[in-house]
């Protein structure tokens, strides 16, 4: 088992950035990738942006192209995402997952998941 515990949520205003950090912790050796997902009351979990640990392979949900990065560092065993531009709609509560097999990162049937934050984006 992996634990994940995420940081760097709040609130900022349209236009602005948020910088989240996903620590893990536990059987991170078999870590194949990990990714972010969001939610908002009533609506599934959504893929943001995802990572792989060993090559660092990235991919990103059209609509934070652009405007969100994911990077790991892998002596640290965190993953980060810097968001830019931030918009009223991506206002939700950010998880981080990991997987150990090498299904596709946007796969929503990750291993392990962290306990969410909370980002908030004024108008």
């Known amino acids: 088992q992996v634990q994940l515990v995420e940081s760097g949520g709040g609130l900022v205003q349209a236009g602005g950035s948020l910088r989240l950090s996903c620590a893990a912790s536990?059987?991170?050796?078999?870590?194949?990738?990990t990714a972010w997902f969001r939610q908002v009351p009533g609506k599934e979990r959504d893929f943001v942006a995802g990572?792989?640990?060993?090559?660092?392979?990235?991919y990103y949900a059209d609509s934070v192209k652009g405007r969100f990065t994911v990077t790991r560092d892998t002596a640290n065993k965190t993953v980060a995402l810097q968001m830019n531009s931030l918009k009223p709609e991506d206002t939700a509560v950010y998880y981080c997952?990991?997987?150990?097999?090498?299904?596709?990162?946007?796969?929503?049937?990750?291993?392990?998941w962290g306990q969410g934050t909370q980002v908030i984006v004024s108008s």
């Open positions: 997952a990991v997987r150990f097999d090498s299904g596709h990162l946007n796969r929503p049937d990750y291993d392990s």
């Open positions: 536990g059987r991170t050796a078999s870590m194949y990738g």
């Open positions: 990572i792989t640990w060993n090559l660092g392979w990235t």
